[in-house]
Each structure stands twice: as C-alpha cells, then as structure tokens.
C-alpha cells in the first residue's frame, strides 16, 4: 500500500486544524476519486469548489461534526436505542448491527492479512461483473467509481485503505416507508440497515473468495460519505432533501460501500436531471415540518446545492422517530423514476402535486 505516515502535530497544514487533538494519521497523498468529484458540474447542477470541498472543511461546525464519536459504534446505536426499546427491538436491530459494525471495524482488517490470496480472475472487467452479478442477486444495486478521500472522516487512511470502492444500494420497503411519520413495530429505516449490514458482509466474503483484498463499510457507519460517491458511481443525482435520487427507487434505498484492492473500471456520473425537476417540485421543502430544507442553492464546504439544515432538521428527526417525510413526499418515491419524468418533460406535470396537501394532511402535518 502506497501509504505515508503523517503526524498531524508537526505540520501546519488543514490536517492540524481539523485534528485538533493532534491525531496521527495515515495519509495517502494521492487522491484519485477527487477527479471525478471535480468533473461533477459537466453532469450536475451542482457546482463544486475543489479546493473547499473537504466534509470537515468548515472549522466552526466541527462540534457537530464528532468525527472521533461517529468511529464509535456505540454513538449511532445508543442515539436511537429509546425507539427500539419501545417496541422490545433492542438484540433485534440494536445489537445485531452493533455486533456487525464491530466485526467490519475490528475483526475485517485483521482478514486482509490472511485471506484472497490467489486470484481467481484477472480480468478485471470481468471481476467487476462477477461482483456486480452476485451483489444484485442479493437485492443491491451497485456501482463502482474512485475513492475521493476529502469525504473520509479525518483523512485517515485506516477507514477505507483502498482506492476503488463498490457502491451498494438496497432499496427500502414501500410500505413501511408509507407509514412514516408514525412507524410501528417495524421500524422503515432500521429494517434495512440491519438486512444490508448483514448482506454486505456476503459481498465481501465473494469477493475475497475470488482471490481479492477488499473492506466492508456498513450502512450505519458514518465515517465516510457514501452519497456523493454513489454520485460519482453514476447511479443516482443529488435531490432538494441531500439524498442520492436514482432511477431504480428514486430516494428510497440506503448505501453500503466495499473497498477492494483491484483497480476495477469505473462507472461515469450520469445526468439524470434531478436537480432541474426537483426546481419545479420541492414539495419536501413544502412538507419539511422543520423547514430545514432549503428554497435557494448555498454555498456548503465547497458545494453550492441545496443543503438540509441539520439544526432545524434534528428536532423533527427525534420527534417522529427519525422522521423521513421529506422521502415519503418525494414524487420518485410515490411514482418512480420514469413515470416523473415522463410527465415532467411531456407538459412540466410534477406528479402528486396538485394533491400534495392532502398527503401532507394525512401524516397531521400542515405543510407551508
Ligand atoms: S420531493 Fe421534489 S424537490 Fe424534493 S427531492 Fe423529491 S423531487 Fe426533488
Ligand atoms: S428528515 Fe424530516 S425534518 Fe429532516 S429534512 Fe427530512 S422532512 Fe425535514
């Protein structure tokens, strides 16, 4: 592995400001995955500031952004645990994902050093579609593009070693997301994070069995950014509410990501016109209880698009037991992909809007 030691407290550089501690970090100096990111305004309608682009850019945030505490499993799991407990969920989310999240941190590094030995296929077009066919057999949709490492937590090399990365998404139930605001024994969100936690250790397990190195990264884990490389993946486009919009369920699924040694050919971003439809829709603006999503593009660590506003967002997040309305609303959730834009580029029809108010209504919601 091409890695450099780097301690923090010796240089004066962005990586003393954001580990304040003086962490030491592993830091690769070479970023491939930032090209691609950079490469984005082509496709999007979204315009990037490379140089700012960094999900711990902005020094003044950092205290909301624990990036030490996000490493912690116990941080996402005791976050949510009261909803759990309710409805007696504890062994069956809580702690089946904290066990799973803890053998991908702990127990998967020390694999690499032991596993995949012999390689199966060298044909790396043909790797990437073994791999690709075996994660859709097991409900995934998948895509592959570069690491950009501006969205690792910490810019430490220990989290994701690899350059490429497998982009794994897994569509979430319809009807369970139905009864968002109000979920019931089920729980929409938790459902799937503990079926992709457990599916995507199989991934891993494939690809090691065909002869090479990878890292799993489970969709709880919030030590990378897993959207904008689904972006870069060319399998979906950035939505008004900050979710990943993809052709197949629209913004509801929820993403995973696998590291792998072998530099498998990427997939190239797509336009799929989202950012322009979500212009003449924004009806998760409209039913936002906290109005946490923006009307207007700002500018946000280096990417001018519509940002959530996580302190207006995080009230109504915990009030309706992590919320969801602005995926419930959405008019690729309700209608999918194709009928949206069928209608959309036929007479400008955005579906579901001219009846938003009554689905709006129906969760006690008022809208505005
Ligand atoms: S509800 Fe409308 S504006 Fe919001 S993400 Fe979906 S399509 Fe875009
Ligand atoms: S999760 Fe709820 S409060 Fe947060 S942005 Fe979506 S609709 Fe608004």
Known sequence: MDQIEYDARKHGDRLLKYNSVGLKVLLRPENHGAEIT????????????PLSLDVVTNVSELKFLPSRRLENPLV???AISPKMFKRGKIMHYGITILLRL????????LLRSFTAKEKKETDLVKVKQMIKSYAESLGYIVGVTRLDRRFVINHDDRIMPYDTVIMLGMEMDFDLCEEIPNPGNRLWDWEIYRKSSLMVWNVAKYIRKIGYYCHAIIPIDASIKFVPHAINAGMGELGAQGICITPQYGPRQRWCMIGIEADLPVDQPKDYHVADYCDDCLLCLKACPGRAIHEKRIWYRGVYKRKNDDTKCFPFFKKYEGCGICIKVCPFNR???EA????????GTILGKSNAHKIIAAMGLSGH
């Open 102 to 109: 803890l053998k991908m941190k702990k127990f998967q590094p």
């Open 335 to 337: 209608y999918g992909y």
């Open 76 to 78: 996402p799991i005791g």
């Open 38 to 49: 950079n490469s984005l305004p082509k496709f999007q309608k979204i315009e990037l500031d």
């Open 340 to 347: 949206c834009m069928d209608a959309w580029k036929r007479d």
